[in-house]
């Protein structure tokens, strides 16, 4: 007797326990769905919010030549690239940046998107792209989703020599300095930003105002 009851004890049990189940999971699932989207979605907030400090830093930089600040970009999710006021619509434009993270970009000259978020023709821009799978600007469809363009600054750079974090590739050379062009994924390879202090200088070489950053070390 003792041993049936104990047998109706446990298919008791496992029955409520499926019944838990089919009645909880689809809440569960949900609720870590929510926080799940929260999480990513306050990512992609914090990239946005700190490109525009990232702006704000760079016309900052004008006045004070110098100074590092915290930044983060999302890793795997976006690209910062700055477009000197020389480069233009042609993708043969070797003022233009080009990317070095992905094969198919490393022969391809970014044109500079004008009229597009907020970048202007005659005016150097910082804009925000989505990192796509793949080459990412091979070809015209990778828009970006915002931009910020400055009337003082002629050139953005890196110096030479930063670091594969950077993955800017044609260089330009000022001061008997090489300078290659601005380009910074979350994720390049084996390399992510994350969230670290960037260096920014501000340097003016004949007239020309020259815009570069750097890792702060």
């Not at 919010?49 to 915290?70: C, D, G, M, T, W």
């Not at 974090?165 to 330009?172: H, T």
Request: hydrophobic fraction near 40%; proline fraction near 3%; include cysteine.
């Amino acid at each position: 007797m003792g041993e049936k009851i104990s047998l109706q004890f446990i298919i008791g049990i496992i029955l409520s326990l499926i019944v838990i189940i089919f009645v909880f999971f689809p809440f569960a699932k949900g609720i870590f769905g929510f926080l799940w989207g929260v999480f990513f979605r306050a990512e992609d907030e914090a990239t946005f919010n700190n490109f525009q400090v990232l702006s704000n830093n760079i016309q900052r930089v004008l006045a004070e030549k110098s100074i590092s600040v915290p930044y983060y970009i999302k890793s795997g999710s976006y690209i910062l690239v700055g477009f000197n006021k020389d480069c233009d619509l042609g993708t043969k434009n070797r003022n233009c940046p080009q990317s070095g993270c992905s094969s198919g970009d490393k022969k391809y000259y970014i044109p500079k998107p004008i009229g597009v978020a907020g970048c202007s023709l005659n005016k150097a821009c910082l804009c925000l792209f989505r990192d796509t799978f793949g080459a990412d600007f091979e070809g015209e469809d990778n828009l970006p989703l915002i931009c910020n363009s400055f009337s003082h600054i002629d050139y953005f750079g890196v110096r030479d020599g930063e670091g594969e974090l950077f993955s800017g590739r044609n260089k330009r050379t000022f001061l008997n300095q090489e300078y290659k062009s601005f380009v910074l994924y979350g994720k390049c390879g084996g390399y992510e930003w994350g969230a670290r202090d960037i260096q920014i200088t501000h340097v003016t070489v004949d007239d020309k105002s020259l815009v570069l950053f750097g890792i702060n070390q």
